[in-house]
């Protein structure tokens, strides 16, 4: 009995030595793939057009400002785009900022910022 069990343990050991069995590759692969982000190309005008409509969504009461109140935070990024620095952002303010954003992304100046150029940006930025 003794014997069946050092038999036993021994071919335990000597399969899990050949490494990771088909049912963890399996898991694995499904771990790969559900963390999986496909790449992303944005164009120039396609992010104007979204800068826009995020401009009107701030500018709540329609003036064409964002004003103090309007902003999503008091220290909210969108203060850079301020030129003048009166503390209110007009609608051109902001679409220059924001089209100046996109061109620092668009590390090869082709028009488009793909996935790997916003996180570039996102990592010099943060140094």
Do not use: W
């Amino acid at each position: 009995m003794m014997r069946a069990g050092v038999a036993m343990m021994v071919l335990g050991l000597a399969t899990a030595a050949c490494g990771p069995g088909d049912d963890e590759k399996s898991k694995a692969a499904d771990a790969r793939a559900a963390a999986f982000t496909p790449p992303s190309v944005t164009s120039r005008l396609d992010y104007g057009s979204a800068a826009a409509r995020r401009f009107r969504t701030l500018d709540r009461d329609g003036d064409d400002v964002i004003s103090h109140d309007e902003m999503p935070r008091a220290d909210s990024r969108l203060l850079e785009l301020d030129r003048n620095k009166d503390g209110e952002i007009t609608e051109s303010e902001f679409s220059e900022g924001m089209l100046k954003r996109f061109d620092a992304m668009d590390l090869n100046q082709d028009g488009t910022v793909t996935s790997e150029e916003r996180r570039t940006a996102r990592a010099a930025r943060k140094e």
